[in-house]
């Protein structure tokens, strides 16, 4: 029996980058056993996940991370792997993500690897997962402090988003989604208005406006990867605030979490790269509700060193990013002395206006 060619003799075209909302978490399991569709799941979680959703993970097979960005290592990845292999999973068989952008991260790169690839599915839960990470395939791990130094492009087939998993999300880890929320809003007009309007019920966690908004920046996300799946072009648009985010991240030995940092990264690049004033006045008053994390004392040569090795770079110059406006993005390249005089600058700036602090 051929299981490949359908009845009209072509290939049956398979989901790819799928959004799938769930209106309630009691759906989530369900979904996703449909999306099976009776084939072998190999489930990837944290331990605060399995703990808090034990209900949404399937009964067997299931691998536990623990919690927190140090999990985002090769050695996890291998680890993940040598556990499929135990399972006996196939080629057919379904690697599916219950948890933040850390596990989405690995179980893809894992799903990626085992067997040179196999299905992917995942269902982020936490806000900054279920607005950016797990949407688009861009799986990883960090390597020697640096980001996703090792990765690779794989797409879920499906991403199953319920906002009512978010219901148990401590405080400070809403606040980093907000960081990913904000970012993608100034990348689109219609949902940077619909934020900037709502700003202080998404802060509060209205169940009605955070569902609203994790679907149209889903769905933002999805139209901008669809395009450009492999960042050769537009999606680079999605690194806003990344360039230096990431390089705090790297010299701040990751102290914070991720989106902590590109709320930094959004205050400080967007003003290094040249934002027009009325966009950065506006974005400010958003960050100023979320509250903007204390800046780490951190060395501008060591921002710039961490930056030189950021992976959108070409020509020796380092790449930031700027808007003239919601949905007017800018790319604004500078060479190693130039960022860090701007990076200097923009940081006395910031604090002395009252935009930013230092820690302590
Ligand atoms: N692949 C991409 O395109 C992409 C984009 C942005 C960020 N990222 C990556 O995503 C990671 C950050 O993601 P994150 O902020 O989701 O981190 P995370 O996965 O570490 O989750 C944050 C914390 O929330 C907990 N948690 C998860 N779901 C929960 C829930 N429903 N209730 C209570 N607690 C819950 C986790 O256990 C963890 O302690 C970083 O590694 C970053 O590099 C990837």
């Given at each position: 029996m051929c299981e490949i060619v359908d009845k009209a003799g072509s290939i049956p075209a398979k989901a790819v980058n799928e959004l799938v909302f769930v209106p309630s978490a009691d759906l989530v399991a369900k979904t996703v056993r449909r999306i099976a569709d009776g084939r072998q799941v190999f489930a990837v979680t944290d331990g605060n996940v399995a703990r808090l959703h034990a209900d949404i993970l399937p009964e067997e097979n299931v691998f536990v991370l623990p919690a927190g960005e140090d999990s985002k290592t090769f050695a996890q990845a291998e680890k993940i792997c040598r556990a499929m292999l135990q399972a006996g999973l196939t080629r057919k068989s379904?690697?599916?993500?219950?948890?933040?952008?850390?596990?989405?991260?690995?179980?893809?790169?894992?799903?990626?690897?085992?067997?040179?690839?196999?299905?992917?599915?995942?269902?982020?839960?936490?806000?900054?997962?279920?607005?950016d990470s797990a949407i688009g395939g861009k799986t990883g791990v960090n390597l020697d402090g640096y980001k996703n130094m090792l990765g690779s492009f794989k797409m879920p087939s499906h991403i199953v988003i319920c906002p009512e998993l978010l219901s148990t999300l401590p405080s400070r880890e809403w606040r980093c989604g907000m960081g990913e929320l904000l970012k993608t809003a100034v990348l689109d007009e219609e949902l940077y208005l619909f934020v900037q309007k709502n700003i202080r019920a998404?802060?509060?966690?209205?169940a009605i406006v955070t569902a609203k908004a994790v679907t149209a920046a889903a769905n933002f996300k999805k139209q901008v990867t669809d395009e450009d799946p492999t960042e050769k072009g537009r999606r680079m648009i999605l690194n806003l605030g990344h360039t230096v985010g990431h390089a705090l991240e790297k010299c701040d030995n990751h102290r914070l979490s991720?989106?902590?940092?590109?709320?930094?990264?959004?205050?400080?690049?967007?003003?290094?790269?040249?934002?027009?004033?009325?966009?950065?006045?506006?974005?400010?008053?958003?960050?100023?509700?979320?509250?903007?994390?204390?800046?780490?004392?951190?060395?501008?040569?060591?921002?710039?060193?961490?930056?030189?090795?950021d992976k959108k770079n070409s020509d020796g110059k380092i790449t930031l990013l700027g808007a003239m406006g919601a949905g007017k993005i800018f790319v604004c390249k500078c060479g190693a002395a130039e960022f860090t005089q701007k990076y200097i600058a923009t940081v006395d700036s910031l604090v002395r206006e009252g935009g930013l602090c230092y820690v302590g």
């Open positions: 379904v690697v599916v993500a219950f948890g933040g952008g850390v596990v989405g991260d690995l179980a893809g790169f894992a799903a990626s690897i085992y067997m040179r690839g196999i299905e992917f599915v995942n269902v982020p839960t936490t806000l900054l997962s279920q607005v998404l802060v509060s966690r209205d991720h989106g902590e940092y590109v709320l930094l990264g959004l205050a400080v690049e967007l003003r290094m790269a040249g934002t027009s004033p009325e966009c950065e006045e506006s974005l400010r008053k958003l960050l100023k509700t979320v509250e903007l994390p204390a800046l780490p004392v951190v060395d501008a040569r060591d921002v710039c060193t961490a930056a030189k090795s």
